[in-house]
């Protein structure tokens, strides 16, 4: 029988075959972890906020995972391998799960304690975000698998660990010949990490909010790079500069080098009482509170005695505070006893009053001349007595 005019010739139902070809093209896409958020396909976004619950890194992270984000966990200790599936010991220092992972944001998580050999097994990492965690242990070896890594945020990350973890710090700092980018702010440093002003390759090193009085003639050769790469750029805002003598170097080295620290004009003075709040480019070379005198560095001094910065004004007030305190003790301890002090200080009136009369006494006694003894005669003459005619 012939189709009928006007009515187009079924050709059969497009709809399974629209499925059967969506399916052939597709590929099973790798679960998310639980309680993670799972962006995009080829460049795999993961960002995970567990709570405190989270006490280890998720296991089930997809193999092409680029970019992972954990915030608000519990992760105290990363052992060796962490991110590989190790669970701390030499077994899991070889595993690679995670080899596209370019960029690992750890903020905020509680982390402590940082294993020799934490991040093996994530040879394609470029990013390590660790700022916001109170870390007191630092093993020497905690970033030697990762040859690739350009960035290294440890933002308020070090106060908590004291000069150990400065020094722990400075060894891990030596593998990573290819980082680019430090950040080092709000960590209440007061030098730089030698290894830091090292990297062959540094482009920025970020040092806003520590304790930094000023650079060391030796820090600021470190910063001095002859031919390529450039030297890395300093950022210094926010540090309680000491504009004495030993800001000399560092100003003059300011002045010719004003476009490697993006945030010069923002430094001011700290100490002295009379410089505080002065933009520290604003200061003269010449000026009298930064010339080194002959004397003080004879004698040791140097800066120390020539500057009295706040710690030792307030040195000063703290012991005269304590002065006072002794003092109104002393008062309130007499006023508490002050009926026996009237009556011992009646009693020694009274004892020095008697010592005195009796020195008066004796006085009188050796100067009246009837009680003076009488004169002793003459040895061979006979004394005349009253009848005798002579």
């Known amino acids: 029988m012939a189709p009928r005019a006007g009515r187009p010739e079924p050709r059969g139902p497009l709809l399974p075959g629209l499925l059967l070809v969506a399916a052939a093209l597709s590929r099973p896409a790798a679960p998310c972890p639980f ?15 567990s709570g405190a619950e989270l006490r280890q890194p998720p296991r089930d992270v997809p193999p092409d995972a680029r970019n992972l984000t954990i915030v608000g966990a519990n992760l105290t200790v ?15 220092a070889g595993l690679v ?18 294993e020799d050999g934490a991040f093996d097994g994530l040879p394609s990492l470029a990013a390590l975000d660790l700022s916001h965690n109170p870390l007191r242990v630092l093993g020497g070896g905690a970033f030697r698998g990762l040859p690739a890594l350009r960035s290294l945020q440890l933002d308020h990350a070090l106060a908590r660990g004291g000069p150990a973890l400065l020094a722990a710090l400075d060894v891990a700092l030596g593998p990573l010949d ?10 209440a440093l007061s030098r730089l990490p030698p290894a830091a002003l090292r990297r062959p390759r540094l482009e920025q090193l970020d040092a806003r909010l520590n304790a930094l009085g000023g650079l060391s003639p030796d820090e600021l050769r470190a910063l001095e790079r002859r031919g390529r790469p450039p030297a890395p750029r300093l950022l210094l805002a926010d540090n309680p500069l000491r504009c004495g003598c ?22 001011t003075c700290a100490s002295p009482r009379a410089l505080h709040g002065r ?16 004397r003080d560095a004879a004698d040791g001094r140097g800066e120390e005695g020539e500057l009295a910065g706040p710690e030792l004004e307030a040195s000063y007030v703290f012991f005269g505070l304590v002065l006072a305190l002794i003092g109104l003790i002393f008062l ?16 020694l009136r009274e004892a020095c009053r008697d010592q005195m009369e009796g020195y008066h006494y004796r006085y009188e006694q050796d100067a009246d001349p009837r009680r003076a003894p009488t004169p002793a005669a003459p040895a061979g003459s006979r004394a005349a007595s009253p009848g005798s005619g002579l």
């Open 35 to 49: 309680q993670c958020y799972c962006f995009g396909s080829s460049t795999l976004l993961l960002r995970c906020a």
């Open 78 to 92: 990363l052992r060796a391998a962490a991110f590989a599936g190790g669970d701390g010991d030499a077994d899991g």
């Open 97 to 114: 799960r995670l080899p596209l992972l370019a960029a690992l944001r750890l903020p905020h998580n509680h982390i402590e304690v940082l």
């Open 178 to 187: 290819e980082l680019r980018l430090l950040g080092l702010a709000g960590n």
């Open 246 to 267: 030993a800001a000399r170097p560092l100003l003059a080295w300011l002045r010719n080098a004003t476009e490697r620290v993006p945030d010069a004009r923002r430094l």
């Open 279 to 294: 933009p520290f480019l604003d200061l003269d070379l010449d000026e009298a509170r930064l010339r080194c005198a002959a």
């Open 332 to 347: 309130m301890v007499l006023y508490l006893n002050r009926r026996g002090i009237q009556r011992w200080m009646r009693n």
